[in-house]
């Protein structure tokens, strides 16, 4: 019994020692960190490649730190043969020890020498860091990690990929990194069936970087000692290449027609207010631009009340600024009618010089008070930002609110026109004035109110394209001719012609943009423009009275 108890003991103690062993032997689990991160300050570059490829492979968390000094120009070999992480204090460098993260001190730039990278070895550090940062806490930097992956392909990337694509919870993550390993995979996999899934998953991706790789599959000669499963696979990519450029196609339309509609709603808020002068009044005013420049400054001064008196509020600066453009270019609509149109009622000739004179006094008196340099205007945080679609394309919030916001304000327009009193009014005034001076409509204060009015929307235009263009004193010239455009083609005086017009103009000028460029798509829209106001002469749609007839 007693030899029995102890061969038990003896067994036991070995045991014990071969566990105690095997624990304190990291090195059998892999290369040792430490000596990794110091092949790193050696001389040759082919050891650092070595070195970086092998701190990838280990899946350590301390080589992202070592791999990010390394590509920030911040890892230095010490003179003493020490790798470092420098920072600069002043004359010297705060030293931390790269493997370990421990303060090392400090030492003058004299006592350091640089590790330094090329272009092969900057890939390669890429590569790395992609693969290690795809275990982060972070998931945008899983994101980052895996489109790294995508661009450099490396072959040992793939079990890393595979783990992670396993572990993901987030969904355009795991998207993301499913994209990546299957490229890898058909970059570097030997198997068809594993290759031709890879051009499957490629398939449902359209960026540039998959139809990079589809294609340079594709354009292989098939003389060049492939095999037949290379060119089913070949083939395969050919197909998927096929289905991505359709779709690409289809994207650049949908985003080609959103920048069209875009403009044909800044093109609407900047000649609504026309429609209303020009179309319904009659009256060429050359200085409506300016009435838009007026809206986007006061859209200026409001943000700045608001940025020195109550910043933390500063997203509601946009809502204040639209009375307070309104009211302000409606105010000098009224002054403007009093004081120079009502002279000139049925001398067109005369009215557009007038007004013309008072745009350029309008501008310098903007130029004598905010300077001839743009001013800043701010985007509130639920304008900012954007809608990524497929294909690239992006819907930007600015541009969104805007055209929901033109279309507001249409409506509104519209309700005022047909269901309130001043615009039964107008619409007497404007159908017949002498009879609706006959029934006692005062004329001369619906006209003062009408032009009041269209101003007064021009100002709120003005209002959104400070948020999407630059708010200078010349603001207005930019929209002047597309508006006048906008309303003798829609109809002059109706709004639902308005509407189309701007919206057509907008469409088919950005459609022309590609083929031709900006200036040439302007010329030709200008051109479409009086070919057809020479076959109609009363626009798209006409108003209908006695007085328009006559």
């Given at each position: ?142 994101r980052k990690a895996a489109v790294e992956v995508f661009k ?139 009435m838009v420049m007026l809206g986007a400054y006061t859209t ?114 519209a309700l005022v026109l047909k269901r309130t009193q001043f ?128």
């Amino acid at each position: 019994m007693r030899r029995f108890v102890t061969l038990f003991v003896v067994a036991l103690c070995l045991v014990l020692s071969a566990v105690t062993a095997f624990a304190q032997a990291p090195a059998a689990q892999g290369p040792d960190f430490a000596a990794l991160v110091k092949h790193l300050g050696g001389k040759s570059f082919a050891a650092r490649l070595n070195a970086v490829r092998a701190l990838g492979e280990t899946g350590d968390a301390r080589a992202v730190r070592v791999l990010e000094a390394m590509l920030g120009r911040n890892l230095y070999a010490t003179t003493d043969g020490r790798v470092v992480i420098g920072e600069k204090k002043g004359d010297a460098y705060a030293l931390r020890d790269a493997a370990t993260g421990a303060d090392a001190g400090s030492a003058p730039s004299g006592e350091l020498s640089m590790v330094r990278t090329n272009n092969r070895l900057r890939n390669e550090i890429n590569s790395a860091l992609g693969t290690l940062v795809l275990m982060s806490d972070d998931p945008d930097r899983r994101r980052k990690a895996a489109v790294e992956v995508f661009k450099s392909r490396p072959k040992d990337a793939i079990p890393a990929l595979e783990r992670a694509v396993a572990r993901e919870t987030d969904a355009g993550v795991k998207q993301t990194m499913a994209l990546a390993l299957a490229a890898t995979r058909l970059e570097h996999g030997a198997d068809r069936a594993e290759r031709l899934d890879a051009v499957r998953m490629l398939e449902g991706s359209a960026d540039d970087e998959t139809t990079a790789l589809l294609r340079g599959l594709v354009s292989r000669r098939a003389d060049g000692g492939f095999s037949e499963a290379d060119e089913v696979v070949r083939a395969a990519a050919q197909k998927a290449l096929t289905v991505i450029e359709s779709r690409r196609e289809m994207w650049d339309f949908a985003g080609k027609l959103f920048q069209g509609v875009s403009l044909g709603s800044v093109l609407l808020l900047a000649a609504i207010g026309l429609a209303i002068t020009f179309g319904v009044m009659g009256v060429i005013n050359m200085a409506h631009g300016e009435m838009v420049m007026l809206g986007a400054y006061t859209t200026f001064v409001i943000q700045e009340i608001f940025r020195a008196y109550a910043p933390d509020a500063f997203d509601a600066s946009i809502v204040v600024a639209i009375p307070a453009a309104f009211c302000v270019a409606g105010a000098f609509g009224i002054a403007i009618e009093r004081g120079i149109i009502r002279f000139l009622y049925g001398r067109p000739l005369e009215t557009l010089l007038a007004t013309w004179g008072l745009s350029l006094i309008l501008q310098q008196l903007v130029r004598t008070v905010f300077g001839p340099t743009n001013r800043e205007v701010g985007n509130p945080s639920w304008m900012t930002g954007a809608i990524e679609l497929p294909g690239g394309v992006l819907l930007t919030h600015n541009r969104l609110w805007i055209i929901l916001f033109s279309l507001a304000v249409l409506g509104m327009l519209a309700l005022v026109l047909k269901r309130t009193q001043f615009g039964l009014q107008m619409r007497a005034v404007t159908q017949n004035r002498r009879m609706a001076g006959a029934m006692g409509i005062p004329t001369g204060r619906v006209d003062a109110m009408t032009f009041g009015l269209g101003s007064g929307i021009a100002g709120v235009g003005g209002v959104a394209l400070s948020q999407i263009d630059n708010v200078s004193p010349n603001l207005g010239q930019t929209y002047i001719v597309n508006s006048f455009m906008v309303v003798v083609f829609g109809g002059v005086g109706n709004l639902l012609g308005t509407l189309v017009g701007a919206t057509t103009l907008g469409v088919v000028n950005k459609f022309l943009e590609s083929w031709s460029g900006a200036v040439m798509a302007k010329i030709l829209v200008l051109v479409a423009v009086i070919l057809f106001i020479q076959k109609r002469p009363t626009g798209l749609f006409a108003l209908k009275g006695r007085a328009v007839e006559q």
